[in-house]
């Protein structure tokens, strides 16, 4: 998909039989509360706000209307084009919208200004489908248009700010209806979701606004209109917990074409300032979104790129870093850049496990598994950026048995400063043999050393098998654990209609950490004061019970939860700075010092979408 308009232009023409096939399944299946099956009956003369009703959907959906009329505030004439429209006078009733998108398929010949006069189908649209969990799109599909007159002026806009958006995010779903909320009255005084939904196609405005999501390849950003929720002090919103929400955050994007206006570049912390002011649409890829039809002007407030502590002489660094999808056929400058951010961001680490080494020509599905082409120009990027030689040790998996891109074969590869620390080489293993724990006199060893945990388990199918290696420090055997958990893919949205929304993936992590706190604990059995230490990619919070499971029985400690509760993220989903990498220590490790480097996940231009993560302590 090109990178210069938003995800959501995805929604082409193909979207209106799309939209009649979902709206016709939740007829069917009564997935749509309030719907009835009335199709070939007519609505003549309705409102907006008639349309739109009290609840998320509207009670006359699937029915023809006739009649409709409105002034246009605004057009999409890429993606999902269409228009919106809003009743000039309202009912004066706060749960019910004024505004309503008209889905037209083709390019509008409408404009903003424009009264018009419509017929069309009512239909509920579900972004991403009705497996996705989304909350659905009140529209007027397959209209008939008529212009009545021309420049008339926009509806006054809805100001948006801190003390219009409830602080309570969502109301709870009724157990009645698996946990949707589609079927309750709007109470937008009370919820932020209702109150967002019930100004639905509504012309709306925000303020100055401080930016919590970079723009991305797909011109968006996320602001918050509530500048004190969870701020951390480089700028972001932090999301600490599942029962408290960021309700402040938008998304922006813009109704203007990028090829007539570029979409600004912003970063973490920057300002959006002026008015921003269009259509409140909700989409796949972050729900609730103002469309703007005016932008306001990003202002810089100079964000910089972190730089950890250099370890002392006898303390080991220890670094995780997801460097997305690394392979040969990516551009010199991308492994230049994650070289400097290893020599100068991360002060050239003792040891560093990566996630995400594809094999040696990517995503070219031809049964090539070995990366040592791949992890070969990374290293001699990092001598060339001053840094250490490293040498490497790791796995090759199954082909195409680990998940992600296909073909790819991503892996975990531990680099280390032979000038530093020493491996510990026990009998190479291969995709499917497992690592075990052996020891004499109180000091445990891997029986093989690289080595995957567990490797048959069910718990890693099309899933990264996590990387166990021995490791020796001025005389300290230390342990390394190197991880890539299975995916948040499939999870419902924060705005999903169930709430709260439905976690599926979280099964998955459950069963890998389990598999991997039992390895812990049998180190441990053999030698109580192990250095241990679990990095890497685990996919989910420092909160989780992905986390309580890796630390079931005492056997880590998840270090992030070391910093101030507003330095907790590695991450930068939907405007919500957040963890998603981690280093859990055994008990043997003490008096760390641990760091998130915050170089990627603040910024419109990265080298990969993860903060890296570095934990410093003396064996």
């Not at 012309?203 to 011109?219: L, M």
């Not at 030689?389 to 195409?400: G, L, Q, T």
Request: charged content about 20%; cysteine-free; hydrophobic content about 35%.
């Amino acid at each position: 998909m090109p990178s210069s308009i938003p995800r959501s232009a995805g929604r082409t023409v193909a979207r209106s039989a799309a939209v009649s096939a979902v709206v016709a399944a939740a007829l069917a299946a009564g997935l749509l509360a309030g719907s009835t099956n009335a199709a070939a009956e007519d609505a003549a003369g309705v409102r907006i706000h008639d349309i739109q009703g009290t609840t998320r959907v509207s009670p006359l959906v699937g029915k023809q209307v006739t009649g409709v009329t409105g002034i246009v505030t605004g057009v999409r004439t890429y993606g999902s084009r269409g228009f919106w429209i809003q009743d000039p006078e309202g009912d004066a009733n706060p749960a019910t919208s004024e505004g309503l998108f008209v889905f037209t398929s083709s390019v509008p010949t409408v404009a903003v200004g424009d009264a018009v006069s419509l017929s069309g189908t009512v239909t509920e649209y579900v972004p991403g489908g009705l497996n996705s969990g989304n909350q659905s799109l009140t529209q007027i599909s397959k209209p008939v248009v008529t212009v009545v007159s021309q420049g008339n002026a926009v509806p006054a806009p809805v100001t948006i700010s801190s003390w219009s958006v409830p602080d309570e995010y969502a109301p709870e779903g009724d157990p009645a209806a698996a946990g949707s909320i589609n079927g309750l009255t709007l109470d937008p005084e009370t919820y932020a979701l209702d109150y967002y939904e019930s100004l639905e196609g509504t012309n709306v405005r925000i303020g100055s606004s401080r930016v919590v999501g970079a723009t991305d390849p797909y011109s968006e950003l996320w602001v918050t209109v509530k500048p004190w929720e969870n701020r951390n002090w480089r700028g972001g919103t932090v999301y600490g917990s599942y029962e408290s929400q960021n309700t402040g955050r938008l998304q922006i994007q813009s109704l203007t074409p990028i090829a007539q206006q570029p979409f600004p570049k912003a970063n973490v912390g920057d300002r959006l300032t002026g008015t921003t002011e269009g259509p409140l649409d909700f989409n796949q890829f972050g729900g609730y979104t103002l469309t703007a039809r005016t932008l306001g002007t990003v202002v810089d407030r100079g964000l910089e790129r972190e730089s950890t502590d250099k370890q002392h002489k006898n303390e080991l660094a220890v670094a995780t870093y997801n460097v997305e999808n690394l392979d040969p056929s990516d551009p010199q400058e991308k492994f230049d850049a994650l070289a400097k951010a290893v020599v100068t961001n991360l002060a050239s680490p003792d040891i560093l496990a990566l996630e995400e080494i594809q094999d040696n020509n990517g995503a070219k599905n031809d049964g090539t598994v070995a990366a040592d082409q791949t992890v070969k120009k990374f290293t001699d990027a990092i001598v060339a950026a001053g840094g250490p030689a490293y040498e490497w040790r790791s796995v090759d998996p199954e082909n195409n048995k680990d998940g992600g891109e296909p073909g790819g074969n991503i892996r975990q590869v531990f680099l280390f400063n032979p000038a530093r620390v020493s491996f510990t080489d026990r009998p190479a293993a291969d995709a499917t043999s497992a690592t075990g724990v052996t020891g004499r006199k109180g000091h445990a060893a891997l029986t093989v050393s690289p080595g995957r945990i567990d490797p048959a388990n069910t718990a890693w199918e099309s899933s990264r098998k996590p990387l166990a290696g021995e490791f020796a420090f001025r005389g300290r055997t230390v342990f390394v654990i190197a991880n890539h958990f299975g995916s948040k893919g499939g999870d419902e949205s924060l705005v999903s209609h169930h709430q709260p929304p439905v976690r599926s993936s979280e099964a998955k992590r459950l069963l890998q950490a389990q598999a991997v706190n039992g390895f812990v604990k049998q180190l441990l059995a053999v030698e109580k004061q192990a250095d241990v230490l679990v990095v890497g990619d685990i996919n989910d919070f420092e909160f989780s019970g992905t986390t309580k499971a890796l630390t079931e029985g005492g056997a880590l400690y998840p270090a992030m939860k070391s910093l101030p509760r507003s330095e907790r993220y590695s991450y930068v989903f939907q405007g919500n700075s957040q963890v998603l990498d981690q280093i859990l220590t055994s008990p043997g490790v003490r008096h760390f010092e641990y760091d998130s480097v915050h170089i990627n996940t603040e910024f419109a231009d990265q080298d990969s979408d993860h903060d890296p993560q570095v934990l410093r302590f003396r064996p």
